[in-house]
């Protein structure tokens, strides 16, 4: 089993390489748990959790039989990030205006276009 607990985080993904049991990270050697936008910064309906895991799930697969390393996990994240701002700029993903974070940090927000 894994000693070494690797991750990588962007602004919206989170990536261990570790199991989740009991609410706790186990250190692994095959397994990878993505933590998903932690300040709630979007509003997530179930199509684009679904995307986005479905993404997470194709990249994993792309990468198996290779090694774990930082630079993987990063490759990863930094996929799913941009992922994320498609899913945004689409229409797909909105921003949680009442979250405690509001930086707009994926570009600003779509507004309705007037007549």
């Known amino acids: 089993m894994a000693d070494t ?3 990588c985080t962007t602004r919206h993904v989170r990536l261990y390489t570790a199991a989740l049991q009991d ?3 186990v250190p692994s050697d095959d397994q990878l748990t993505l933590d998903l936008d932690p300040d709630n910064e979007f ?5 684009s959790l679904t995307k986005v895991q479905g993404r997470f799930k194709e990249l994993v697969d792309a990468a198996a039989g290779g090694e ?3 630079y993987t996990l ?9 992922f994320i701002r498609q ?3 689409a229409g ?3 921003y949680n205006t009442d979250g405690r974070v509001q930086n707009f940090s994926m570009g600003l927000p779509r507004t309705p276009e007037l007549l």
């Open 5 to 7: 607990l690797l991750k």
């Open 23 to 25: 609410e706790d990270l």
């Open 43 to 47: 509003l997530w309906d179930d199509a």
């Open 68 to 70: 774990l390393s930082d």
């Open 74 to 82: 990063r490759r990863i994240g930094t996929d799913l990030e941009g």
């Open 87 to 89: 899913l945004l700029q």
């Open 92 to 94: 797909e993903l909105s």
